[in-house]
């Protein structure tokens, strides 16, 4: 694996042998050893030009937990914001020797361009891009289900996945759809007709408008964040009625089948997409979601740098 | 049964040397650590915790208590980790007992150049500090490269750099035995 840029890029047995080996690191992590040293020597850069909470400090713990030297970038505070160019800050970093960039961008396709524009040799892995894809969020999603429902072995096959809220906006939301396929479970998408995506009927998934008829069946309901910053248009009436038709509470939990695991990508707003009760239930696994992102990242890390540069 | 002279592809111990060999290991471990209290033994997988869990109903046998059995996987302490490209981790297990102060004795199907138990040695320090470290393997086939010897070893085959040592066990291979092959 020279990069990770889309959850499309993973066949079933590379997204199984980054969970597997995601796993491993978690037991190790559990047995109290707190630092591995396969990255021993090698540098990676966080590359941020949008705000993050949850995915840099996972990205930064996984990296320095398996040893690598970690420079973060924040374009707040940098030479970005005297206007310099993705590739110039690009170059910089080649310079400096970075054996893998970990960037998020507000521009969809930014790590593409990273990755495939010859200004680094080191791996590029997508941290979030815009509107389009956050693949090692769905990896952590995937590890998380299959952690609760598929006893931490093989792949997701049969698991019915109800994915709510704001799709329009969601890089969660493509790269989720695109690995839960690839590992064998169906998804069904749920949001107002005016936060779906132009062209979602070409997904590989249900689409639907009404949450209340897709919570029964469903292994798993994944509350994605109403993404207030990208909106400039007036796509619901109220959060009031947005929370009412769309939003996941108590009542609506009750409704789903006993072990059936509630989710968000963090973070919550909540009494909008999520109430407060939801969101601190026992269904809910929003905070191991967020262990399991370091576990993925160093998966994903060791994976990319651990061996030879040679081969994929 | 064993001839100096080995012809490649040959079955050099078959799946009755193999268990005297595992049986006669348990009773030297016995007694060298004057009855075996406080010893825990740490497989290297795959076929290394294989051997360790086999070693471990023996000594209980003779002991007649259980042995705590464990697997240290040595992939990210690997001196060649980036020769290939990354390789899949195995699972590391440790006995409820830990190893802190306890007599552990690595185990490994073959011994060779040494590094996979220096690495054995850097995993095992992350886990805690056991009063002493032992080596015992099935195989020992020569040509080391770092200052490493076994305590305990099943069957010494004198082999040629060109020649691998190829060990079957049931639990991977369907079959018990040890073949040298002629890589040349």
Not at chain 1, 187 to 192: G, H, I, K, N, S
Not at chain 2, 57 to 84: C, F, H, N, W
Not at chain 2, 107 to 126: H, K
Request: aromatic content about 4%.
């Amino acid at each position: 694996m020279k990069h990770l840029l889309s959850a499309a890029d993973l066949s079933r047995d590379a997204a199984l042998q980054i969970l597997d080996t995601a796993k491993q690191l978690s037991l190790a992590t559990e047995q109290g050893v707190g630092k591995l040293p396969p990255l021993r020597g090698r540098t990676v850069v966080n590359l941020f030009y949008e705000d993050s909470t949850r995915t840099r400090i996972s990205f930064e713990a996984a990296a320095k937990r398996l040893s690598a030297d970690v420079i973060n970038f924040s374009a707040v505070g940098s030479s970005v914001s005297k206007g310099e160019s993705l590739k110039d800050t690009a170059l910089t970093l080649e310079a400096m020797g970075a054996d893998a960039v970990v960037i998020r961008h507000n521009s969809s396709g930014a790590p593409h361009r990273l990755a495939n524009a010859g200004w680094i040799s080191g791996g590029v892995v997508n941290a979030g891009d815009g509107t389009h894809e956050h693949p090692t969020q769905a990896l952590l999603d995937a590890y998380t289900l299959r952690d609760h429902l598929r006893g931490g072995q093989g792949d997701l096959t049969g698991l019915r996945v109800t994915i709510v809220g704001d799709v329009l906006h969601s890089r969660v939301a493509r790269s989720n759809v695109l690995l839960l396929n690839t590992l064998g479970a169906k998804v069904c998408l749920v949001a107002p007709p005016t936060l779906l995506p132009y062209g979602v009927q070409d997904w590989d998934c249900e689409v639907s408008y009404d949450l209340d008829a897709c919570l029964e069946g469903a292994d798993a309901v994944m509350m994605l964040r109403v993404q207030r910053e990208r909106m400039n248009a007036a796509y619901f009436p109220t959060s009031h009625e947005y929370s009412n038709r769309y939003g996941l509470n108590v009542t609506r939990m009750n409704r789903l089948s006993p072990d059936a695991v509630i989710m968000h990508p963090g973070p919550m707003n909540r009494g909008m997409e999520i109430s407060a009760d939801v969101a601190d239930s026992n269904r809910s696994v929003i905070v191991e979601q967020v262990a399991n992102g370091v576990s993925v990242r160093m998966a994903v890390l060791y994976l990319m740098l651990g061996g030879s540069e040679s081969v994929k | 049964m064993t001839n100096d002279f080995l012809p490649s592809g040959r079955v050099v111990l078959d799946a009755s040397d193999i268990s005297r060999a595992l049986t006669r290991l348990a009773h030297e471990i016995v007694e060298r650590t004057h009855g075996a209290t406080n010893l825990t033994l740490m497989g290297i997988p795959t076929r290394g915790a294989t051997l360790a869990h086999r070693l471990g109903e023996k000594i209980s046998q003779i002991q007649g208590s259980p042995v705590p059995v464990g697997a240290i996987d040595i992939t990210m302490y690997r001196d060649d980790l980036r020769l290939r490209p990354a390789r899949a981790l195995q699972p590391t297990t440790i006995p409820p007992e830990g190893i802190e102060g306890r007599l552990v004795i690595l185990i490994d199907d073959v011994l060779f150049s040494g590094r996979t138990i220096r690495a054995a040695l850097d995993a095992l320090s992350e886990h805690g500090r056991p009063e002493i470290v032992q080596l015992a393997v099935l195989v020992d086939r020569g040509h080391r490269e770092l200052p490493i010897r076994a305590d305990y070893v099943g069957k010494n085959l004198p082999t040629s750099r060109a020649e691998k040592i190829q060990v079957n066990l049931v639990e991977h291979d369907g079959s018990d035995e040890v073949r040298i092959e002629n890589n040349a």
